[in-house]
Nanobody
Framework: QVQLVESGGGLVQAGGSLRLSCAGS????????MGWFRQTPGKEREIVAA????????YYADFVKGRFTISRDSPKNTVYLQMNSLEPEDTAVYYC??????????????????WGQGTQVTVSS
């Protein structure tokens, strides 16, 4: 079993930055693909960024390219999402997720089987 705990969310002005952290515990997830998703009320959960277990491959949604960076520190069982140039449209609950399947880097919520509780990010204009 893998437990994921996000932190680092909060209120920030447009143009500002936040760094989200996702700390994993339980089984070692250094072999799991990791992803960050976000969700707003009434909308489906959407992928923000993902990183393969090896760290060699990443995926970014078009709306965050050049602004957000996903990284991982496997010895610390932690994944990060550095968010720069934040926009009010980035306001959402952000979730960390782990994919233990060993298949390709997933872009959909259904590809991931472990989830954190979420952290609120609010960007004011």
């Amino acid at each position: 079993q893998v437990q994921l705990v996000e932190s680092g969310g909060g209120l920030v002005q447009a143009g500002g930055s936040l760094r989200l952290s996702c700390a994993g515990s339980g089984r070692i997830f250094s072999s799991y693909n990791m992803g960050w998703f976000r969700q707003t009320p009434g909308k489906e959960r959407e992928i923000v960024a993902a990183m393969a277990w090896s760290g060699g491959r990443t995926y970014y949604a078009d709306f965050v390219k050049g602004r957000f960076t996903i990284s991982r520190d496997s010895p610390k069982n932690t994944v990060y999402l550095q968010m720069n140039s934040l926009e009010p449209e980035d306001t959402a609950v952000y979730y960390c997720a782990a994919d233990s399947s060993g298949y390709g880097l997933g872009h959909n919520a259904d590809d991931y089987d472990y989830w954190g509780q979420g952290t609120q990010v609010t960007v004011s204009s």
